[in-house]
């Protein structure tokens, strides 16, 4: 799951996506200042994350401000709310494994039937993308290997977790 990582006096608390935070930096119901939500722009469209500033809330990405209210988000992009608080988004995951298909099934990139020492297929979570574990080992830089999608995805590492030194103000 996608996580928010909101730097807090010192502490890094870190919250699943979507989720609303408060001009404090804390999660919330009501009276969000900013929302981090996830959209797709048609059923087999990648699911694709933004942030929503409340009116009146300047919200930046980066070093660019959220005009007409929503800004796309991509993984390891800082998030400011309100000039205070800052939060890093992080999209790191791993790949899905293929429920619904047989055992046995080729995979597409590579052409190797489902035996021959492989654990199976693993689905993209953010494009269509399928392919066996063995290949999902050897896409460079550990992402997708689909033109435009670059989500995170290796095996057998941690996912990215947010340091206090990962913040660009943790040092103030
Ligand atoms: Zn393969
Ligand atoms: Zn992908």
Do not use: N
Not at 66 to 83: D, M, N, Q, R, Y
Not at 100 to 114: K, L, M, N, R
Request: proline share 10%.
């Amino acid at each position: 799951m996608p996580t928010v990582f909101v730097m807090q006096r010192g502490r890094v608390e870190a919250y699943e996506a979507p989720v609303r935070l408060d001009a404090d930096g804390r999660a919330t119901r009501d009276g969000w200042a900013a929302s981090i939500v996830s959209f797709a722009s048609g059923p087999r469209a990648p699911h694709r994350w933004a942030v929503v500033a409340a009116p009146g809330i300047a919200v930046m990405v980066g070093a660019r401000g959220v005009t007409a209210g929503v800004s796309p988000l991509a993984h390891g992009e800082h998030v400011f709310i309100g000039g205070e608080v800052e939060a890093i988004f992080s999209a790191d995951a791993h790949p899905l494994p293929v429920v619904d298909g047989a055992p046995d099934a080729a995979c597409p990139v590579c052409c190797e039937p489902g035996s021959a020492g492989r654990r199976g297929l693993f689905d993209c979570p953010k494009c269509p993308a399928r392919a066996c574990d063995a290949c999902w080992a050897q896409f460079p830089h550990g992402r997708c290997a689909t033109p435009g999608c670059d989500q995170p995805a290796a095996f057998d590492r941690p996912l990215f977790t947010a340091e206090p030194g990962d913040f660009w103000d943790g040092l103030r």
